[in-house]
Structures are given as C-alpha cells and as structure tokens.
C-alpha cells in the first residue's frame, strides 16, 4: 500500500501569512507525529497524536503552531502568522503505534517564509 | 531533559573501509535506541533499533549505558552506505515519543 503522504511538497508564503500541511498515514496506523527540520539541524518533536487520546503538543514551539488530527487519518499542522524563522521541512511519520514501533515517514513539506 | 547527540556532521572514509557513527545520549530513564537512515531522495527510513538486537546491511549497533553511547559500526563501508543517519532516542518516560540527533552524513568513496 501506499506510505505516509504529505502535502503539498513545497509551500512558499509570506511572512505574516498562515499556512496548512497536511500528512495522510499508512491505514490502519494509530500513531502520528510530527517533526520540524531546519537546515543543517536535527529532526525536532512538535507533536504526537495517539488513537483518540489527548495529543502530546509538548513539542510546539509557539502558541501559533496547532494540529489536529481526525480520528486515525489525517493530519493538519497549521502555522499562523508565519515568521521567517519557520522555514524548514516539516516532516510527518505514523507507526502502528505498539511501544517503539518503526516510524514511517513522509517525504515532507519544505516550507520557505519570505 | 533528554538529548541526543551526533558529534560529526560528516563522516568521510573509503571503501572497505570500517566505519563507526557516534551517537550519545542523555535521558534518565532506561533507553530505547534507534538508528533511522535517509539515502539520497529517499525518506527516513528504519536501520535498525537495540531491542531487537540485530544487524542489517552488515551494520551493527551496542548500547553502552555506562558511556551513554549507542554508535553505529560496519566493518568494511560501501559506497552504498552513503547517507544521512540519524540516531533516535525513546523510553517509558517519554511515553512513545522519539528524539532524534541531528545527523551524520556519512560519505563512502571509491
């Protein structure tokens, strides 16, 4: 089947701007993250959704970072107001979520704030 | 707080040659180690993880929780093997969620 799937690809905006990414899992895979990766750093936690459960947003850096998540498909992160420091690749993975399954990642959105 | 580190940015060495990714970690309860790799246009990928104790594509990795270190090896590298890799920290007090270094580019040359 087909893997995670992110859109869109790229995204280009203005600064001030808010912007929406979406991440579609693997079906059937409960557990869903998302990681930001700014050029040259590593992969930084931002959130963790987990069947219906609460969401861990321990990893959102501002009040104008939010996600949410429909059940156990897809995924939105919406950045508000966006600022330039915000670019990076927004990467989302979902797992079958059993204690430290593999995750699965997309191929990202590159998002560049102008 | 936890943290993970990966001290080289880039890794060069030859064919046939061994190879040794460092990782260290910093977490205070009982740690679950991952190595995640991303080969050239390819997405982040699962190499290998200490719980399941094993070696793929000949490489291998040991959890040394007195050094802290959880270092990916290979005895002889190929030039195949060049790639991002990322080592990847979880546990029970992080309830599920993963913290990754920020890389090693590893570069395998003729």
């Known amino acids: 089947g087909a893997g995670v799937s992110q859109s869109p690809s790229n995204k280009v905006t203005e600064k001030g701007k808010d912007v929406e990414l979406r991440c579609d899992p693997i079906s059937g895979h409960t557990a869903l993250y998302w990681y930001r990766q700014r050029l040259g750093q590593g992969l930084e936690f931002l959130i963790y959704f987990q069947g219906n459960s609460a969401p861990d947003k321990s990893g959102l850096p501002s009040d104008r970072f939010s996600a949410e998540r429909t059940g156990e498909s897809v995924s939105t992160l919406t950045i508000q107001r966006t600022q330039q420091e915000d670019s990076a690749v927004y990467l989302c993975?979902?797992?079958?979520?059993?204690?430290?399954?593999?995750?699965?990642f997309g191929n990202g959105t590159r998002l560049t704030v102008t | 707080a936890q943290r993970v580190t990966q001290p080289e940015k880039l890794l060069s060495v030859f064919k046939g040659a061994p190879v040794e990714l460092k990782c260290n970690y910093s977490?205070?309860?009982?740690?679950?180690l991952f190595w995640y790799v991303q080969y050239s246009r390819q997405r982040l990928q699962l190499l290998l993880r200490?719980?399941s104790r094993e070696s793929i594509k000949g490489f291998t990795a040991d959890l040394n929780k007195g050094e802290t270190s959880f270092h990916l090896k290979k005895p002889f590298a190929q030039e195949e093997d060049s790639a991002m890799y990322y080592c990847?920290?979880?546990?029970?007090?992080?309830?599920?969620?993963?913290?990754f270094g920020s890389g090693t580019k590893l570069n395998v040359k003729p």
């Open positions: 993975a979902s797992s079958p979520g059993g204690l430290y399954s593999p995750l699965h």
């Open positions: 977490y205070s309860g009982s740690p679950e």
């Open positions: 200490h719980i």
């Open positions: 990847a920290l979880s546990g029970r007090l992080l309830f599920n969620k993963f913290y």
